[in-house]
């Protein structure tokens, strides 16, 4: 029986227009030996909810630069409950003033992370996560 | 209810989840597999493979576009992409090129880590496509790991493999060598809207002639005709040309086409017997497959590990061949 591998979608929602620091991210979970399912540019929060869906992942991990965090990640989880995937952790990377950091936390997101974030943070946290 | 009652009432999460199960081997996929089985058998599988870079992804996006338009198909689409050897870890990075596909109801797309498998698919792919012809899906799309070489797997998994080729690969004549060719169904030269499609076409037929004469030559010797017969690889499926088809990915050109022709394909296997000699062979690989993992793993219990680390060192001392010590071992191992 193959070990259960940490599954993760790494989606860049929002109109901005590119995904260096999200592809960084994607790799640095590669190397940490989890399996990322990358969706690329511009992903409608309905997108990466039903890729989140198809792929069964554990977690869902969004780039977000473009300030438009307080509207897509409330989106985005609400769509994963519907859905029965309220057990998907979500992860957010990206430019986000402090003062919203706790209401993100509130309304369900597991991690906030800013441009200066250590991947092996995010990585423990994200393992952390899953194991529950 | 279970999760294969919940597949065969068409829920689509519990499907993605016993995709996983099924995916990593766990009891309960392998309980689901045997539930599932029966309502097998339905779907095409087609197997898209090819160079590195070739249009794969993009293609099996416009493909499966296709089969909603003109069809009406139920189409899932499995996307293989390579795991690192290193860590164990994968970016799955087919999606980006299917982003068309989103909204419909009828198509499911599910990305798969090759986890060490070097055929260009994963241990466990041909088991997710059981899933999805059991959940009725009337397609089943696979695409390989592109490596360029005969990906061999998915010549056992699917009826009609379709090959992908496009101008400006560099060394893609050379991966053409490699047998691809052997075991292409459908020829696709994608990228036609590039430079030197013309010149990887060319290419193409002429190592289609080489590696599959066609059956009936018409030759002049000493001024009269004569007609020759050449020997056929798959002699027994008849008498089928691959045909080579140009697309552009990017706009659709060439895909009703190059459905078209896996149709044909289709049809043409299902009239000359090979639909069924392609799933005998499948199946028996398959089963030949399963009893030789359950006859090494009762072997190994039956065996104390002493017994073969003893012979092993026999061997190391060259005091026994290794076909002696297996020869002993599988004496004691039948105790
Ligand atoms: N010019 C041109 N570019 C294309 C066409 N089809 C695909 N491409 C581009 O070729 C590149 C590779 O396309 P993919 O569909 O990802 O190819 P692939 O064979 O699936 O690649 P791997 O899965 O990585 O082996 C992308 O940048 C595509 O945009 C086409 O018809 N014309
Ligand atoms: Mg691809």
Known sequence: MTDKKIRVLVAKPGLDGHDRG???????????????????????PEMIAEAALQEDVDVVGLSV??????????????????????DVKIFLGGIIPDEDWARLKEIGVSGVYGPGANTEDIIRDIKAAVAG | MTLSQAILNGERLALARLLTQVENDTPQGRAALIE???????????????SPGAGKSSLVNQLALQYRKSQEKRVAIIAVDPSSPFTGGAVLGDRVRMRDL?????????????????????????????????????????????????????????????????PGLGDDIQALKAGIMEIADVLVVNKADRPGVENTEKALKSMLELSRPTTKRTLKHHGTEMTVFAPQEKAEDGVWTPPIQRTIAF????????????ERHADYLRQS????????????VELQTLIRAELLTRFREALSAQAYEKALEDVVERKMSPWQAAQTLLKEGAR
């Open chain 1, 22 to 44: 999200a592809k960084v991210i994607a790799r640095a979970l590669r190397d940490a030996g989890m399996e990322v399912i990358y969706t690329g540019l511009r992903q409608t």
């Open chain 1, 65 to 86: 630069l473009s300030g438009a965090h307080m509207a897509l990640a409330p989106r985005i989880v609400e769509l994963l409950r519907a859905n029965g995937q309220a």
């Open chain 2, 36 to 50: 599932l089985f029966p309502h097998t058998g339905k779907a095409h599988l087609v197997g898209v493979t090819g």
């Open chain 2, 102 to 166: 989103f909204g419909d109801p009828n198509i499911f797309i599910r990305s798969m880590a090759s986890r060490g498998s070097l055929g260009g698919l994963a241990q466990t792919t041909a088991n997710l496509v059981q899933v999805f012809d059991a959940a009725g899906f009337d397609v089943v799309i696979v695409e390989t790991v592109g490596a360029g070489q005969s990906e061999v797997d998915i010549v056992r998994l699917a009826h009609t493999t379709v090959v992908v080729e496009a």
């Open chain 2, 251 to 262: 706009d659709g050109t060439g895909v009703p086409e190059l459905l078209e022709a896996i």
């Open chain 2, 273 to 284: 017997g090979g639909w069924q000699r392609r799933e005998r062979a499948r199946l028996d």
